[in-house]
C-alpha cells in the first residue's frame, strides 16, 4: 500500500488521466505525484497486495469498527438525560413569528446571518442571492448567480462579502471548484478564506485571494451535505455529515479525519457543532436528531418522537446550548431540550419544507428559511 | 468522480423511510383492538362501510401520540395529503377536515410506494374512462393531459380504450357504494402522482442524490477507524463529561435570549433597538451580562473587542502586554490574506522574537527554536506553538488575576443592568424600524476617513 500523506494540494491537470480537477499529492516510495482523487482510487485498488482484495479490506474496517464499539461500550455509564434529570423542567416558550421575509421567487435553500445581528444573506433555487435587512424587512442587495439549486450561501466574518454556491459546482466567483455539486460553505474565522462540502465526497478549505485549494478533505464515501466550524480555542477543527450516515471530525491543518460517528441511520442532511465546542448535533432523513459528545466518542442522545416522521434537514443550538432547534420536512420546526432529550415546543407556519434555520448571532432570534419562498424570524 | 450505482427504479431513499413510517402509522389504525373504530356513513343516498370521520381520525391520533389537536391535525393531514387516507364527500381535495367529512383508508394497492413508477398507460387508461363515463367530466388540464398522451401512446390507443370500457362494464356490475369506493380511490392516488398544475406537488423530493452503494470505499475508512482508535485514550467516566453541559447550559441561561429574554427588551419583539445599542462593539459603559460572561472562559474575553480593551489595559499595568499583542498578531496571520504571510513573518519577527525584541515574549527554549527554524520558510501556521505557548500562558496565569483585579471588579460595578421596557400603554402602536449602516458600508466609510484623519 502507498504511503498517504496528504499535505496542501493544488488544482491542475491530473498527472494520470490529464484531466483538470482538485490534486492530491502523495508519494510513493518517496517519489511526489500528483493524481485526482479517482485515479489515486484506482490505483489504490491495483496496488492492492497479494492475498488482499476490496473485500478483504472492508472486513479489516468492520472488524475495527466492532472493536471500537467495544471499546467505547466500556466508557458507557449513563445516559444523558439522566444526568439532566435533576435540573427544573423547561417552561412553555413563547415563541411566535416575528418577520416574514418575501422575495425570493422559488424555493429558499439556505441563509447565514451576519455578524451585525441583524442583517442575512438568503439563496434560492431560482439562482438568486438576497442581502436582507431583517430588522427592517428591506432588501438591501440582490444577486443573480448563474446557476440553480444555490444549495449553499456564507455571510463574511467582516460583513463586507458573501458566497455562494451550488449546483454549477462552484463557489463564488470560481473560487471553489468541485467535481459535483457544492452543499455548504462557510468562511472560517476570517473573510480570507473558504470552507466547502460538496456532493463530490470532499471537503476543501480554499484562499480566497488566490482561489488556490489549501486542503482537502477525502473520506465520506458519499455526497457531504454539510459542514460546521468548531467554536474552540484553537479553531482547528470541524465537523462533516453526508449520505454516508457517517459526521467526521477534521483537522484543518493536517487534513485528517480524527474522529467518526456513525448511528444515523439514514442521510446526515445537517451538523452544528454546540456552543462550547465539545459536542456537535445532526440531523437526519430518518427522522431523528443526534447529540454526539466529542470527548466521550459518542453519541449521547436521540431526539426523536413517534409523531415526528419526516426527516430533519437542519439543527442549530440556542445561545446557552439548552435548545435545539430542529427544521422538519414536514413544514415545522421542533424546539428539543438538548440535556432531557423531550420536546419542548412544535412551532408552524411553514407552508412547505423548513430548508434551514439558524440562531442569530446573539442569540435573540431565529431565522428560518423553506420552500414556501419565505424566511421567518422568530422570538 | 465517484464510481454511482443508483438505487432500484431511481427512488429517492428519504421518501421510502418516510413512506414506510406513514405506513406503520396506517397500519396501527386499523389495528383491530387498538386501531380506529370505523363505521358505515351516509353518502347521500348511498351506505359506505368501513369509514370514519374527520375528527375521530384526529382524536385517535391525538391519544395515541401524545400530541395535541393542531399537530395531530397537521400529522393526519400528511396521511391524507400522501393518499394514505382519502376523502369520500370532497375526492378532489386532499385536506383533512376535523369535523364529520367521512375518510376512507386507501387500499394498498394505490399507495404511492407500491406503484412506481407510475405508468403513462394507465393514466391514459383512467383518463379515458373518465372521458367515456360522462363527456365533459374532465377538468381541462386532464383534458390537455388526454390529448399529449393521446399523441404519445397512439399506437396503443386501441388497447387503452378497449380497457377502459372493459373496466368500465365491470365496475358496472357492482354495487353502488363498491362503485364508490374505487372511484375516489383511483382519483386520489392520480391526484398525488399527477397533481394539477399550481397544486402543491407531495412527491416533491428536491435535487436528487445518489444512492451510497458506491464502490469508493476501499482506503480511506481504514485510515480514518485506525486514527479513532487512537484517540480513545480517555478513562473518565462519561458521567463526568456530561456533567459539563449541564454546567455549561446553566451558566449561559441568563445570556439566553430565547430562552429568559432580555434586558431592556428583545428587539425582534418589541422593535426597539435599545438592546443592540447597549451592546455594541464598543461602549462606553457596557452591560452587567456582557462583563459577566468575560469571566466565563478566556475565549469569551478574547472575543470580545471590549474585553480584549479592558485586558489589554491591565496587562499593561503588569508590563505583559506584548503577549497579548503577539498573540493578535499571530491570529492576523492564520486567517489573513496570504500574498500578507511573509511579511507579516518578518513583522513578528522583528518585533517580538529577534534577540533584543523592543516586545519580546517570553517562550520556552524548544519552541523558540523550532519556530525560528519555521520561520525560515514560512507558512501560514509556522507560528502556531509559539501562539499556543502564550495563550495558555496569559489564560493561566494573567486572565485568572484579571478576573480578581481592581480594574475588572471596578467594571462590574458600573456596568449597566438595563431596565426592562414596560409594556406601552398602546400595544398597538409599532414602533418605527430604522436602518442601520451596512458593514459594508461602514468599511468603505472608514477607508475614506482615513486619510482625511491624518491631515489633522
Known sequence: MCDQTFMAATFGPCESCGKPSPLMNIYIKNEAINYCSFCVELMACQGLQSGESVASLKRECE????????????????????????????GALAIKTRRVLKGHGNKVLCMDWCKDKRRLVSSSQDGKVIVWDGFTLSKENGISVPCTWVMACAYAPTGCAVACGGLDNKCSKAVAMHTNYVSGCTFTNSDNQILTSSGDGSCALWDVESGQLLQSFHGHTADVLSLDLAPSETGNTFVSGGCDKKANVWDMRSGQNIQSFESHVSDINCVKYYPSGDAFASASDDATCRFYDLRADREVAVYQKDSVIFGASTVDFSLSGRLLFAGYNDYTINVWD??????????????????????????????SASWDHTLRIWA | MTINTLAKGGWHREQMTCFQKMEKVIVAMQDPDMGMKMRNQRLLITVIPHAMTGKDIIDWLMQNYNINEEESLHLGGFLVQYGYIYPLKEPRCLVLRPDESPYRFQ????????????????????????????????MEYEKERYSVLHKRINHTWDFVVMQAREQLRASKQRRKADRIVTECQEQAYWLINRPPPGAPNALDMGLERPSSCTTRMTLWPLNAMICCSNTIILSVRAYVLMCRFVKYSEQYQNHDPIMQGCL???????????????????????????????????????????????????????????????????????????????????????????????????????TMDKTLEGIKHPHRFVMDDAQMHIYFLMKKDSYPRYLKSDLYKSMLSKAIVPQETKKSVFPFVRRQRHSSPSPAQAAEDSRSKGPQAGSD
Open chain 2, 264 to 366: 431592556p427588551s428583545n428587539p425582534w419583539i418589541s422593535d426597539d433597538t435599545a438592546h443592540w445599542t447597549m451592546n455594541a462593539a464598543l461602549v462606553p459603559i457596557p452591560t452587567r451580562l456582557r462583563v459577566e460572561r468575560w469571566s466565563f472562559s478566556f475565549m469569551e474575553l478574547l472575543s470580545d473587542a471590549m474585553g480584549r480593551q479592558e485586558f489589554m489595559m491591565y496587562l499593561e499595568k503588569e508590563f505583559s502586554a506584548e503577549n497579548l499583542c503577539f498573540w493578535q498578531a499571530c491570529e492576523e496571520i492564520r486567517h489573513g490574506e496570504s500574498s500578507k504571510i511573509v511579511e507579516k513573518v518578518e513583522e513578528i519577527y522583528k518585533n517580538f522574537l529577534a534577540p533584543g525584541a523592543a516586545r519580546w515574549v517570553n517562550i520556552d527554549s524548544k
Open chain 1, 63 to 90: 472488524s475495527l469498527k466492532k472493536k471500537l464499539e467495544e471499546e467505547r461500550g466500556k466508557l458507557n455509564d449513563v445516559e444523558l438525560h439522566q444526568v439532566a434529570d435533576k435540573i427544573e423542567v423547561l
Open chain 1, 338 to 367: 438538548v440535556l432531557k432529550g423531550t420536546r419542548s415546543s412544535i412551532l408552524f407556519g411553514h407552508e412547505n419544507r423548513v430548508s434551514r434555520v439558524r440562531v442569530s448571532p446573539d442569540g435573540t432570534a431565529l431565522c
Open chain 2, 107 to 138: 387500499t394498498p394497492y394505490f399507495w404511492t410506494s407500491t406503484r412506481w413508477p407510475v405508468s403513462e398507460l394507465d393514466y391514459a387508461i383512467f383518463l379515458a374512462k373518465k372521458n367515456i363515463r360522462k363527456q365533459g367530466e374532465l
